[in-house]
T-cell receptor, first 113, second 113 residues
Framework: DSGVTQTPKHLITATGQRVTLRCSPR?????VYWYQQSLDQGLQFLIQ???????AKGNILERFSAQQFPDLHSELNLSSLELGDSALYFC????????????FGPGTRLTVL | GENVEQHPSTLSVQEGDSAVIKCTYS??????FPWYKQELGKRPQLIID?????GEKKDQRIAVTLNKTAKHFSLHITETQPEDSAVYFC????????????FGTGTRLKVLA
């Protein structure tokens, strides 16, 4: 157990819908990262927040957005969902900056029907 | 554009043999290179990392080497054991332009008992 929690574990929804994934980092960690892992695919970095501010950005779609709240938990919002958005979404946290050890949560499996 | 190439995509070795996985990156400003192990159905876990001011780093049976001139880094696992069977991902922290992580496509390592 890494200490990073993600909810929900599984999410099934329809195309065109909007969902919110939630992540609570390890106690004391200031950075939160979001990743997408499609079936049999590698990891795709989406975005990083540090202490409430966006710090780094990958190839995150415009339909996706994220934020980190004052209590340091983070949410990833996915809208206008498409079949291709079906994937495992991981959140990770690290104590400080972008090159600290990252600890991954268990992931949220999103299925878009 | 920025990318990280990882080879081989699959690797089978006999228990006790060594395994080597290589990644090549394109952005010469990259300065941090982590390696992750992901067992089936589990979250990625950092197994070793290296920064650009170091040429080699070891942790028991695992080592990583970095050649900045050639822009490649390699994971070496010695005395492989069945529990080393997993998918391994390399990554590079890109620092030119937009900061982001770029991941390799993964290597499925199978250690045969």
């Amino acid at each position: 157990d890494s200490g990073v929690t993600q909810t929900p574990k599984h999410l099934i929804t329809a195309t065109g819908q909007r969902v919110t994934l939630r992540c609570s980092p390890r106690s004391g960690d200031l950075s939160v990262y979001w990743y997408q892992q499609s079936l049999d695919q590698g990891l795709q970095f989406l975005i990083q927040y540090y202490n409430g501010e966006e710090r780094a950005k990958g190839n995150i779609l415009e339909r996706f957005s994220a934020q980190q709240f004052p209590d340091l938990h983070s949410e990833l919002n996915l809208s206008s969902l498409e079949l291709g958005d079906s994937a495992l979404y991981f959140c990770a946290s690290s104590p400080q900056g972008s090159t600290d050890t990252q600890y991954f949560g268990p992931g949220t499996r999103l299925t878009v029907l | 554009g920025e990318n990280v190439e990882q080879h081989p995509s699959t690797l089978s070795v006999q228990e006790g043999d060594s395994a080597v996985i290589k990644c090549t990156y394109s952005d010469s400003a990259s300065n941090y290179f982590p390696w992750y192990k992901q067992e089936l159905g589990k979250r990625p876990q950092l197994i070793i990392d290296i920064r650009s001011n170091v040429g080699e780093k070891k942790d028991q049976r695992i080592a990583v080497t970095l050649n900045k001139t050639a822009k490649h880094f390699s994971l070496h696992i010695t005395e492989t054991q069945p529990e080393d069977s997993a998918v391994y991902f390399c990554a590079a922290w890109i620092t030119s332009g937009t900061y982001k992580y770029i991941f390799g496509t993964g290597t499925r390592l199978k250690v045969l008992a």
